[in-house]
């Protein structure tokens, strides 16, 4: 199941699934469900509870980052599943790493709440991304151990011959080059 991404910080269930439905996390513990969502610099977190048969699927990119939505996903697993986030377990895809993502103070400030040692937002600046959405799943309950933060960076990485290996908005600007994330 896929959703129609829009940047935000709305979950839902995969029950509640519909065409159309708009929304960046969708969760489920139904059995032979593929969750899916579509990346091409934002972030992709998957979810896991091994215990409850729980998973989800995240797009993070950085607005739904700075609204919350990888916390906002811990807790509709465990307020719909009953799970606990000390079973969850995460994994992060490619995405736009900090050595490529560049932004305005506009957009930097905005980070302040989960970059508190970077006093120097209000200028132009690398966002770490995959960080801040780690910081928000460990401050979630999520153990540290438990969240695969390794993925390569979309923007910069290349094949063997030089080719970029993932699609990268920011590299390509192309309308729907995107990879699955399930």
Known sequence: LELKQVHSDCVVAACDW????????LMSDRRHI???????DC???LLADPVRRVVAAVHAGWRGTVAGIACRAVERICSDFGSSPETLLAAFGPSIRACCFEVGPEVALKFLPWLPERPDMNRQ????LP???????VSAGILPENIA?????TFCTHDAAGEPEFHSWRREHRTGARMHSL
């Open 131 to 137: 960080e801040v959405n780690r910081r928000q799943l």
């Open 18 to 25: 519909q065409a159309g439905l708009q929304a960046d996390a």
């Open 149 to 153: 933060t390794g993925a390569p960076c």
């Open 43 to 45: 972030l992709p977190i």
């Open 125 to 128: 600046m690398h966002i770490d």
């Open 34 to 40: 593929r969750l899916a969502v579509r990346t091409a």
